[in-house]
């Protein structure tokens, strides 16, 4: 592949998200643009700008390399993704809007009236993003790397930088525009070469696509285990991740979050029939990916391997602006999310000031994590990160939503016992302390199934074991959660 283009290409994703940013700048003027855009986004643009935040290295990259080497028993991951969105729909889309709040510690707080839970929720939301964080700066290190040879700490550090601009210059406002125009990217990007592909693999007489019977899914030799973790790990986890939640905030009204979440299911099902055309090809045109190379790699190298020339020249540079805007739009939503947190929970003031000043340390430690730690396949990360969101946020969000009785102490035991054990399965996992085979390891990378159960049983029994503890404010919550904005108090719209 011609370096000239990839790097031509490159440059005009990182110049067109830094324009896009500054026009959300000359627009966003108060506190209220900064962090959820003054609540005026309406379901087109703000499905459009979930989309383009949601589609991350994992999707654009990850899914077709888990394909490539794994074969169609991959596939549960993008199931996972989209369908994620239907439990979020039906559960939390509306009552999470109709909330009021600013953030999930916000949420945490005006449901339970506990600082406790909301600095607990705190800590778990930066974990998460930060986890969440990681793999996007490490893709975007391995992207420019390959069409490159530029050194593997280069892209980590150019998207942190392009992502501090966009939200520190503009917050919620800014980064929307910037979402909707990469998510449009991120599919053309995709589907022009993977049109080209399938016809070039038509013109070679159609060679059949084999997967090894053998191979082993997930790594793992317990296979089962490891495809039931995922499955609840991406159908919960979606509803806590907190650059998704935030965007709820944004919609005028309930009714407007359902039907975003509706758009976003289309939108991202659509796009989620691409990657695995590029896992499948990738074992007949990058066979040396499956074993002895990297397969988060074949999208990045298909294009020049089945076309060739200048066509597969242009589409591999198309192919390369869409892989940095899935990491720089992701990025860009995980930090709003945790620069809205620490400045809210941890900075001294609220103002613009220092959500700017936060944007800078949101983005800083996982920074420094992603040229320190040694790489881990993206969708096996970002996969890690949904299960410590289901394991938290969505009993949290589920419990608190919809039943009376959740009571501070309730939330603190299961976020500290459902979200806290996931985390630290997580770190181990990460550490490489404990290594296939063997339960332990399967246990450990893949904690959903586990660990959701425990947060929920902890919740509901530290609840019902402390009655007298239900907040004062409940009943009044709960009308504003399910009660249309037109029958509340205009405050909270």
């Known amino acids: 592949m011609s370096r000239t283009y990839a790097v031509a290409a490159v440059a005009v994703v990182v110049l067109a998200t830094v324009l896009v940013g500054g026009f959300g700048l000359r627009i966003s003027r108060t506190t209220s643009d900064f ?4 609540r005026t986004v309406r379901p087109r643009l703000n499905a459009a700008a979930i ?6 290295a994992a999707s654009f990259l990850g899914i077709a390399g888990l394909v490539l080497v794994h074969g169609p028993d991959m596939l549960w991951y993008p199931v996972g993704y989209t369908a994620g969105y239907l439990v979020l729909l039906v559960f939390v889309a509306a009552p999470l809007r109709r909330s009021g709040a600013y953030t999930l510690p916000d949420f945490a707080e005006g449901r339970l009236e506990s600082l406790h839970v909301r600095r607990l929720v705190s800590v778990l939301v930066v ?7 990681v793999p996007q700066l490490q893709g975007a290190g391995l992207t420019l790397k390959i069409l490159t040879g530029a050194p593997g700490w280069l892209g980590d550090v150019l998207v942190a930088s392009v992502v501090v ?16 125009f990469q998510y449009w990217l991120k599919l053309t990007a995709l589907l022009v070469p993977a049109i080209f592909l399938v016809l070039a693999w ?10 090894d019977e053998h191979l082993s899914a997930f790594r793992a030799d317990h296979p089962l285990y490891a495809t039931y973790g995922l499955i609840v790990a991406t159908f919960l986890g979606t509803m806590g991740l907190p650059h998704v939640v935030v965007r709820f905030y944004t919609s005028p009204n309930g009714r407007d979050a359902r039907r975003t979440t509706v758009a976003v299911l289309a939108l991202i099902g659509v796009f989620y029939l691409l990657p695995p055309v590029y896992g499948a090809l990738g ?27 200048l066509g597969g020249d242009l589409l591999g540079a198309l192919v390369a602006g869409g892989a940095f805007a899935a990491f720089l739009s992701t990025a860009s939503g995980l930090t709003m999310a945790v620069a809205g947190v620490i400045t809210q929970d941890v900075l001294p003031s609220r103002g613009v000031r220092h ?13 420094a994590v992603s040229l320190l730690v040694s790489r881990v396949p993206v969708a096996d990360s970002v996969g890690m990160a949904f299960a410590v969101s289901a394991s938290s946020f969505c009993p949290l969000l589920v419990l608190g ?8 102490p309730g939330a603190v035991a299961g976020l500290v016992l459902g979200g806290g054990s996931a985390l630290l399965s997580v770190a181990v996992t990460f550490s490489g302390a404990v290594r296939p085979p063997g339960w332990p390891h399967a246990l450990l990378a893949w904690p959903a199934v586990w660990s959701v159960p425990v947060g929920f049983l902890a919740m509901i029994l530290v609840s019902l074991a402390t009655p007298n503890r239900i907040p004062a404010g409940t009943n009044a919550a709960m009308t504003r959660y399910h009660l249309p904005e037109t029958l509340t108090s205009g405050r909270h719209r």
């Open 35 to 38: 962090y959820v855009a003054s």
């Open 355 to 367: 959500f700017r000043l936060a944007t800078v340390l949101a983005i800083s430690v996982p920074l």
């Open 283 to 309: 074992r007949l045109y990058a066979p040396e990916l499956i074993h002895g190379g990297d397969a988060d790699a074949a999208v990045l190298l298909l294009p020049d391997r089945v076309i060739g020339g």
């Open 202 to 211: 038509q013109g070679d007489g159609q060679p059949r696509i084999t997967f």
């Open 127 to 133: 974990g998460a993003g930060w986890l969440y964080l």
């Open 165 to 180: 601009l966009a939200v520190a210059a503009g917050g919620m406002r800014s980064i929307t525009f910037v979402q909707v």
């Open 401 to 408: 939503i919809w039943w009376r009785g959740l009571t501070p």
């Open 51 to 56: 989309s383009g935040e949601y589609l991350s």
